[in-house]
């Protein structure tokens, strides 16, 4: 007589090595922060070290993923192109890691009331951090993508450092300069910005 083996219907969530392209698009991220410059800056040098280092613990620690719903906001119309001029630039490996997880991606906003001018123009989506999909309590990772012509209004957040990281378009902060793909910015804690990006092709931005 054959044994029938037990079946349950316990499904393990999958691990973060059970899901390559997140993995992938992690190193990217963690590729960034370790090996492109910090253009001569202590405190970008201090930040990007913070940034990899709480990146690797994550990453050794092989967490559970978070499954979250995918969703789409208007501006992801965007997203197709502002990969495909990623692709062909400084940060091509970024943007076809980021092409491999697309259907997977939650965009959201990040007011409770966005307007509806800016609701329209901008959303973003977190890869790591407290909510998933790669659950993180010291650092959060993600994208934020704008529709041309967008102003993003002025803010700071008190507790938090944050830096943006170009992947593609052009994009102005605080109107002091332009930005173009690969290049990093640094908001310390407080730090007052306004972001205003190009007329012509959307705009990605790796955040941490
Ligand atoms: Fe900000």
Request: hydrophobic residues 35%.
């Amino acid at each position: 007589m054959t044994q029938v083996p037990a079946f349950t219907d316990r499904v393990e969530t999958p691990r973060l090595m059970d899901c390559p392209n997140w993995v992938y698009l992690l190193r990217e991220i963690d590729s960034l922060y370790r090996f492109w410059s910090d253009g001569g800056s202590i405190p970008i040098r201090s930040h990007r070290k913070r940034v990899r280092d709480r990146l690797s613990a994550t990453i050794a620690k092989n967490p559970h993923l978070i499954d979250r719903t995918a969703s789409q906001k208007h501006v992801t119309a965007h997203f197709s192109r502002a990969l495909d001029l990623g692709e062909r630039a400084a940060m091509q490996g970024m943007a076809r890691a980021l092409r491999e997880v697309k259907d997977s991606l939650t965009w959201e906003y990040g007011y409770e009331k966005v307007s509806k001018s800016l609701g329209q123009k901008y959303a973003y989506c977190e890869i790591l951090g407290p909510r998933g999909p790669v659950q993180c309590d010291t650092l959060i990772l993600g994208f934020v993508l704008f529709a041309p012509n967008t102003t993003y209004p002025q803010h700071s957040h008190q507790d938090i450092e944050e830096s943006y990281v170009s992947i593609s378009g052009a994009w102005s902060e605080n109107n002091t300069a332009v930005y173009a793909h690969g290049s990093l910015i640094f908001n310390r804690p407080g730090d007052e910005h306004r972001i205003t990006t190009g007329d012509r092709d959307p705009c990605l931005l790796a955040y941490a």
